[in-house]
């Protein structure tokens, strides 16, 4: 099977497999117990502070371990606004769904929530945000203002340094959703934001481990009650592997970022072969957003197959890619971020390539020779299904 699915979730690297057994067998211990056993566990959790805090260019004391990306998006979106049913929390459309989901429980719940639609090209313009700020006064109560570095289906880098610079001046607190950003960009783009938030599980480290990175604990408020852990920001037992595995994946991706020219090549190369391929077999292929991004993500639209379609097809042909939000996969719905971008017609065939640091050559011709055979068989199909009437 060929792997064109990192955006999904990257597969875990061989030292950090290595890492997590090795954790799981000596490291079992409760890290908050004062005993050298749980001692053991803990200097897993110190490590891997640290190691991340290098990565996200942040203090090691800054750094809370959260399950993963979903959670700690939750922390950063509910603390502002907790224990007042008022405020204003400005978020782009096309946020992650563990972004957009609480801010729409907190609209519910009373704070004021101003949805700002991207640009065609998947970009979030600068002045739309400035426009939502404008007028607010100190008696709107908190604002906060989320905006994720990476979109993680068109791979478009937003203006997270401008916007957060903008929302500063406004007194505005920032949150930037850096899950498929973090190892990939220079972190001094979001090195001002209040809260910042990475996952594990896409920088090649295991799943059920995340961080939320902030400029002060002390604004946070805990969704869970009940320990001592994480200063008790963050409470229950941890699991020590989880966090050894966290810091060897932190570590490589601070010693060579999980995209570069190579992958970037790949998959310029994959695009332009996917218009041709589409030209040959009667499909037009749009490429979905031109402003600028990462080198990792291709997010094509080809005309007269749908995602899912699609997708299914390349599975059959051994090449795993996804339509629609990879965290809805499964899920009907075309892609939500290719809707607010080019409309629903567009985002109903679209689908989503990424590559990552394994990826080859021989990847991509295989792939590409994958979409050759499945959109040839498409075509024979859809042309003998009009025959038959
Ligand atoms: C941009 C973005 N934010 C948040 C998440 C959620 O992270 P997790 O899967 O660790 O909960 C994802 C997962 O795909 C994502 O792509």
Redesign the pocket.
């Known amino acids: 099977m060929i792997y064109l699915d990192w ?3 990257a597969p875990p690297h061989e030292d950090v497999c290595t890492a997590v057994a090795q954790a799981l067998a000596t490291s079992w211990g409760n890290a908050a117990s004062v005993h050298r056993v749980g001692q053991r566990a803990r200097q897993h959790f110190d490590a891997a502070r640290a190691e991340l805090a290098a990565l996200v260019g942040r203090h090691p004391r800054d750094v809370l371990f959260t ?7 939750n922390l950063a979106l509910r603390s502002p606004f907790a224990g007042t049913r008022r405020g204003v929390l400005i978020v782009s459309a096309i ?2 769904p ?2 957009l989901e609480p801010a729409r429980a907190l609209e519910r719940e009373g704070v004021r929530l101003h949805i700002v639609p991207p640009e065609p090209d998947g970009r979030i313009a600068v002045t739309r945000i400035a426009a939502a700020l404008d007028g607010l006064a100190p008696a709107d109560g908190p604002v906060l203002v989320s905006l ?1 570095a ?3 289906e068109t791979g478009v880098l937003q203006p997270v340094h401008e916007v957060t610079a903008l929302a500063h001046d406004r007194r505005a607190l920032v949150h930037v ?1 850096a ?2 950003a973090a190892g990939k960009l220079d972190p001094r783009l979001w090195d001002a934001a209040d809260f910042v ?1 990475v ?4 920088l090649r480290g295991p ?1 059920g481990i ?1 961080a939320l990175v902030t400029l002060s604990a002390s604004d946070l408020q805990p969704l869970l009650r009940g320990g001592s852990q994480e200063r008790g920001l963050r409470p229950g037992t941890q699991d020590a592997a989880l966090a050894a595995g966290f810091r060897v994946a932190c570590a490589r991706a601070s010693a060579r970022p999980l995209v570069d020219a190579e992958t970037e090549a790949l998959r310029d190369r994959l695009e332009v072969e996917l218009v041709r391929l589409g030209e040959r077999h009667g499909a037009r292929v749009h490429r979905n957003g031109t402003a600028k991004r990462l080198g990792s993500v291709a997010n094509v639209s080809v005309c007269g197959w749908r995602g899912p379609e699609l997708a299914a097809a390349l599975d059959l042909e051994g090449v795993a890619i996804s339509s629609g ?3 809805s996969a499964g899920s009907a719905e075309p892609s939500s971020v290719i809707t607010a971008m080019l409309g629903r017609a567009r985002a109903e065939s679209a689908v989503r390539i990424s590559l990552g640091q394994a990826t080859t050559e021989g990847d991509v011709d295989f792939a590409l020779a994958a979409f050759d055979r499945a959109l040839a068989r498409g075509g024979a199909e859809r042309t003998s299904g009009s025959g038959d009437g």
């Open positions: 955006n999904a979730t399950s993963g990306g979903t959670e700690a998006n946020e992650h563990s972004v994720q990476v979109n993680h959703d899950v498929q938030v996952a594990s599980h896409k799943k995340g939000s990879a965290c």
